[in-house]
Nanobody
Framework: QVQLVESGGGLVQAGGSLRLSCVAS????????MGWYRQAPGKQRELVAG???????NYADSVKGRFTISRDNAKNTVYLQMNSLKPEDTAVYYC??????WGQGTQVTVSS
């Protein structure tokens, strides 16, 4: 079955950086678009960044210029490099493909 396993979350001060990773199994990874979403307490889940199989990217306006999504097809892994983090980036971050497949989420907390 399809599995997505995220890692890399944690607690960081404002202005800091984190890199999230998501390892996928059960799919032909190189054929699939991948995405990162986030959900803050009391808010709806929102798209943060997407990456097509062909390498096109799209980003939420709130993270443009600070976050970068990338993939390593040899490792079945998608990354989210997050720089210049802000307290409002605090959320659970989820990996997605399919579009029905989701990881378990990884918590990112940015302190001010």
């Amino acid at each position: 079955q399809v599995q997505l396993v995220e890692s890399g979350g944690g607690l960081v001060q404002a202005g800091g950086s984190l890199r999230l990773s998501c390892v996928a199994s059960g799919i032909i990874f190189r054929w699939n678009a991948m995405g990162w979403y986030r959900q803050a307490p009391g808010k709806q889940r929102e798209l943060v960044a997407g990456l097509t199989a062909g390498g096109r990217t799209n980003y939420a306006d709130s993270v443009k210029g600070r976050f970068t999504i990338s993939r390593d097809n040899a490792k079945n892994t998608v990354y989210l490099q997050m720089n210049s983090l802000k307290p409002e980036d605090t959320a659970v971050y989820y990996c997605n493909t399919g579009p029905q497949y989701w990881g378990q989420g990884t918590q990112v907390t940015v302190s001010s």
